[in-house]
């Protein structure tokens, strides 16, 4: 059952973060030219790599795992709530919802205001690395939380690279932002996953022994939906009632 | 002057990254993990089972509240 999870979490959680990166690097493309853009999208992956690479190995080896899972279970309990905050804020209309359409536009504007050097454009490939590698950040580290957990990390990293993949792949082929995607579905259901796992792995690290082992993590997910359908339901505005005077009474 | 700027704005990325846009979030997940510690060793894991993640209900109750 994890590990269904765990391919799940990495996915969708790199296929949001993709999504807003495949926005910036087409921004980049379009205005700059495609081999800056395509560059920094290469250095960003590899920098991507090197972190999980470099990281999840020695973590595994040196240090002890109960004090592995409170560390990786608080950093996805912060991430998980912060993704589950944002969702909840969206859906209750006190938030606007994510429109790459928007944020392109926003991008494109910025970057045909910096003039096009001769040579190699670095501010292109520099805008391009850093989208790729900042919104990819929060999945290494997912991955990392998930690989260092289970000891292995090909499963979180499968599922980070298909989200990887699908986004590319759409990317390539409408060539254009992917404004259609659910986004702030997505951020539900991978809130409610970090925070799940966030909260069994912490758990475990302090020392309760969960009286319904793995399953405890679904009862966990259930418990975190329902409290954010509670939480969209008190805070979505209500309309105000207006008191009549009285010659809106008379007629 | 260089390395101040440079550690300065490394520190705030980490800071900008981890505690986001709820400092409420990032205390309160660090209050419930503190809190699951203390518990653990003075009363039974059953106990435990049901405060952390009513703690960290609330915390995400309150960020929102608090917003």
New interface residues.
């Given amino acids: 059952m994890s590990v269904t999870l765990m391919f799940l979490g990495a996915f969708l959680a790199a296929t949001v973060e993709m999504v807003e990166a495949l926005t910036i690097v087409l921004a980049v493309g379009v205005t700059r030219g495609w081999r800056a853009a395509l560059i920094g999208v290469g250095g960003g992956v590899c920098a991507l790599a090197v972190v999980v690479g470099i990281l999840g190995p020695s973590l595994v080896t040196y240090v002890p795992l109960d004090g592995l899972r409170?560390v990786i279970?608080?950093?996805l309990?912060?991430f998980g709530?912060?993704w589950?905050?944002?969702a909840?804020?969206r859906s209750s209309g006190?938030k606007a919802m994510h429109d790459e359409a928007a944020i392109y536009d926003r991008e494109v504007a910025a970057l045909r205001d910096d003039p096009l050097a001769t040579g190699f454009d670095w501010t292109g490939f520099t805008v391009s690395f850093k989208g790729v590698f900042l919104e990819g950040?929060?999945v290494a580290l997912i991955v990392l939380t998930f690989g260092t957990n289970d000891g292995r990390f090909d499963i979180p990293i499968a599922g980070a690279f298909a989200g990887l993949v699908l986004v590319v792949t759409a990317g390539a082929l409408v060539h254009q932002p992917l404004s259609r995607v659910p986004e702030n579905t997505i951020k539900w259901v991978v809130g409610i996953m970090l925070?799940a796992f966030g909260?069994f792995w912490?758990?475990e690290g302090?020392?309760?022994?969960?009286?319904l082992s793995d399953g405890?993590i679904l009862v966990?997910a259930a418990?975190?939906l329902a409290?954010?359908l509670l939480?969209v339901w008190s805070?979505k505005p209500r309309p105000t009632r207006r008191i009549s005077t009285p010659e809106e009474v008379t007629p | 002057m260089k390395v101040i700027g440079f550690v300065r704005g490394f520190a705030m990325f980490w800071w900008d990254f981890i505690v986001g846009d709820s400092i409420t979030l990032a205390i309160g997940v660090l209050v419930a993990v503190g809190l699951a510690f203390a518990l653990v060793h003075t009363t039974s894991s059953g106990v435990v089972e049901v405060v952390l993640p009513l703690v960290i209900a609330a915390t995400l109750a309150a960020s929102l509240l608090r917003r």
Avoid: C, F, N, S
């Fill in positions: 409170v279970g608080t950093l309990l912060i709530l912060q589950l905050r944002k909840v804020l006190l950040l929060e925070g909260t912490v758990g302090a020392g309760i022994d969960w009286a405890m966990l418990g975190y409290l954010g939480l805070l």
